[in-house]
């Protein structure tokens, strides 16, 4: 009887679908699953591969499936698109699933260790109370300024604010003070979130290797050296340093044909929390430079003669995840190029 040497699996909430197909492509078997069939059903199969589309929970099944014995193969879902035949439907899905993992030029998404999962969710939760802070920050500012009540948009505008809340003689409706109180206390608590969460970012850097190793090249902090420890998978996976960038969204976008190169803008099809931290700290590693002086006949220097600064920010920025990737890869320190020449 034939035998299924790669599974695609259709993930889903509660129903998933199952094609099983043969090294040759032949139909093994469709099944349709509740999430409880699931790993019971794969745990009957020889050890095979078990193809996935790499989107919401496909880490977590890819630890599991590993654990039967089976080999996890995360693809990313614009790669399975083009597999799907005509209609569209979930058992369709399952099948482009197989059809894409058994190709040998596939490319395929690193499964997530659950610790570096654990570091993500602390990671994107801090981030998202500073946008739930700034948010509620503004808020407070444009109903108090329908009051006449005004303050700047810094922090000193908001410790203004909250003196003219407690101050009687400024002139406002009570309820609008009452509201206004909510406000103060909910900015408060988030803030005091805020700074326990970075005092366990900073001494979880104090322990980390990497983190140290890597706030060594100009323009990377402990955020951008938190979040390439956080996100990025392992650098071995990366042939090549443009590789690396390329993973980031950090390289043009290409349109060649006829043996010309048309290279456009920068692609952002990649990891947004780093890239967005690199761009950041170009920026400022420029604006330095800028201000305090740029070395004679640097490569900076011949760069900011040519491009506008935010073009400068994103190739030094390309130049930057090369050089993370080279020494993640090497476990060597950062060694100035300018230095070195």
């Not at 042939?239 to 803008?265: C, H, I, Y």
């Amino acid at each position: 009887m034939t035998t299924a040497t790669i599974i695609g699996l259709d993930l889903a909430k509660n129903v998933f679908h199952a094609h099983g197909a043969s090294e040759a492509g032949a139909v093994v078997f469709r099944k349709k699953l509740s999430r409880s069939q699931v790993l019971p059903f794969l745990s009957e199969q020889p050890k095979c591969i078990v193809a996935m589309e790499a989107c919401a929970t496909a880490h977590g099944w890819a630890r599991e499936i590993e654990r039967l014995g089976h080999s996890p193969r995360l693809i990313p879902p614009q790669y399975v698109k083009p597999y799907v035949k005509r209609q569209k439907n979930d058992m369709a899905d399952a099948e482009a699933i197989a059809e894409a993992g058994s190709r040998p030029t596939m490319r395929f998404v690193e499964p997530k260790p659950e610790d570096q999962q654990i570091s993500a969710m602390a990671y994107r939760t801090r981030q998202m109370f500073i946008g739930q802070r700034t948010q509620t920050i503004n808020a407070l500012r444009s109903h108090l300024a329908e009051h006449g009540v005004i303050a700047a948009t810094n922090m000193c505008g908001l410790k203004k604010l909250s003196a003219m809340i407690e101050d009687e003689t400024v002139s406002m409706p009570c309820k609008v003070r009452e509201l206004a109180h909510v406000y103060v206390d909910h900015i408060a608590q988030l803030t005091a979130q805020i700074a326990e969460m970075t005092g366990e970012m900073r001494e979880m850097a104090k322990k980390s290797a990497v983190v140290k190793r890597l706030q060594t090249v100009p323009g990377v902090g402990l955020q951008t050296a938190m979040a390439v420890e956080t996100f990025a998978p392992d650098p071995g996976c990366f042939s090549r340093g443009r590789d690396f960038s390329a993973w980031l969204g950090l390289v043009p976008r290409q349109n060649s044909t006829g043996g010309k190169s048309r290279l456009g803008k920068v692609s952002k099809m990649g990891q947004v929390d780093i890239r967005s931290h690199l761009i950041r700290g170009a920026m400022s590693v420029i604006s330095a430079a800028t201000r305090f002086g740029i070395k004679k006949g640097s490569w900076l220097e011949r760069l900011l003669a040519r491009k506008p600064k935010l073009v400068a920010a994103v190739t030094l920025a390309n130049r930057m995840a090369r050089a993370i990737w080279a020494m993640l890869t090497k476990n060597e320190d950062y060694k100035n190029p300018e230095a070195v020449a």
